[in-house]
C-alpha cells in the first residue's frame, strides 16, 4: 500500500458479544473500521484482502472470544475450473439478461428480498427486515458499488450487489427467486461474477466467510480451487475442512 494512503487514521473497536447467525448457541462479535468518510475504494481493497467485508457503511470482520470458525475465503480466477454441476446451471440460466442499475430503492427488487428471505432464511431476523432496514443494508455505500439484476423473458429473477475492488469483485449480497424449477440460480451468479472478472481482466472474486460447521456456507467450498485467509496469508483452502 502506498505510504499516502489514509489507512494508518483507521481505528478499530470491537462490539459487545452479540448471536451468532450462524452457528447455534454461540455469540459473536465483530471488529469495526472507522471512521467509515476515510474508507475509501482504495482502503476498503485493502481491508477485504484482510478479511473485513461491509453491511452497509460498516465495514467489520469476526472478532470472536473463542471461536475462530469464520474463514476468509475468495476464488483465484485464472485458476478456477466450474464442476460439472456448475456448467449445467451456467447453461441452464444463460437466457438470462443482466443489467447493472443504480443503488436506489426498487419496490420489485425488495419484493423479492422478502420472499427470498422468508423462504431461506426464515426465523433468521432478514425475514422481518422493513424498506429502511434493507435500504441500510445494500443501498448505502461509500465505495465503488454495482447492483446487477438478472431478468429472464423480461422477469425479474435475482439481485446482486457486488464492489468493485483493484484486484477483484467482493460479493456483498445475491438474493434471488427461491423454489425455481431449474433452480442452481445462486450457483450462477457467482458463475456470473466470476465471468466478469475475467472480462476486466481481475483477479480475484471475494465471497466473505465460509464456516465448516455451517450448512448455509458449503456451497463456497464447491468453487475449486478456493483460497483462504489463515494466519494473515492467502493460501488454498485445506481438502480437510472443506465441507462440500
Known amino acids: 500500500m502506498q505510504k499516502d494512503y489514509p489507512y ?3 481505528q478499530f473497536y470491537a462490539t459487545a458479544p452479540y448471536a451468532c447467525s450462524y452457528l447455534p448457541d454461540r455469540s459473536a462479535r465483530s471488529q469495526v473500521a472507522t471512521p467509515g468518510h476515510l474508507i475509501d475504494p482504495q482502503v476498503y481493497g485493502e481491508l477485504v484482502r484482510r478479511g473485513f467485508r461491509r453491511s452497509g ?3 467489520y470482520r469476526p472478532h470472536c472470544d473463542h471461536c475462530r ?3 476468509p475465503v475468495r476464488i483465484p480466477v485464472a ?3 466450474p464442476s460439472r454441476s456448475q456448467r449445467r446451471a451456467w447453461a441452464r440460466h444463460g437466457d ?10 426498487c419496490e420489485e427488487h425488495y419484493q423479492l428480498y422478502q420472499r427470498y428471505q422468508a ?3 426464515s426465523g433468521g431476523g432478514m425475514d422481518l427486515d422493513n424498506r429502511e432496514q434493507y435500504s441500510h443494508f445494500l443501498l448505502q455505500s461509500h465505495v465503488d458499488t454495482r447492483l446487477i439484476e438478472f431478468r429472464e423473458d423480461g422477469v425479474l429473477r435475482m439481485v446482486s450487489v457486488i464492489d468493485l475492488l483493484a484486484d477483484g469483485l467482493s460479493s456483498v449480497y445475491t438474493f434471488y427467486e427461491p423454489g425455481l424449477p431449474r433452480g ?3 450457483t450462477y451468479g457467482i458463475l456470473w461474477q466470476i465471468e466478469t472478472c475475467r472480462r476486466l481482466d481481475l483477479a480475484h472474486v471475494y465471497l466473505g466467510y465460509w464456516i465448516g460447521e455451517s450448512p448455509k456456507m458449503a456451497y463456497k467450498s464447491r468453487f475449486h480451487p478456493l483460497e483462504a485467509l489463515i494466519d494473515g496469508d492467502w493460501a488454498p483452502l485445506p481438502a480437510a475442512s472443506r465441507s462440500g
Do not use: S
Request: hydrophobic residues 60%; aromatic residues 10%; charged residues 20%.
Open 69 to 71: 470458525a469464520c474463514v
Open 96 to 105: 438470462m439478461v443482466a443489467a447493472e442499475r443504480t443503488l436506489d430503492f
Open 119 to 121: 423462504a431461506r432464511h
Open 184 to 186: 442452481a440460480l445462486g
Open 57 to 59: 457503511v460498516f465495514t
Open 8 to 10: 494508518a487514521l483507521i
Open 79 to 81: 485458476r478456477f475450473t
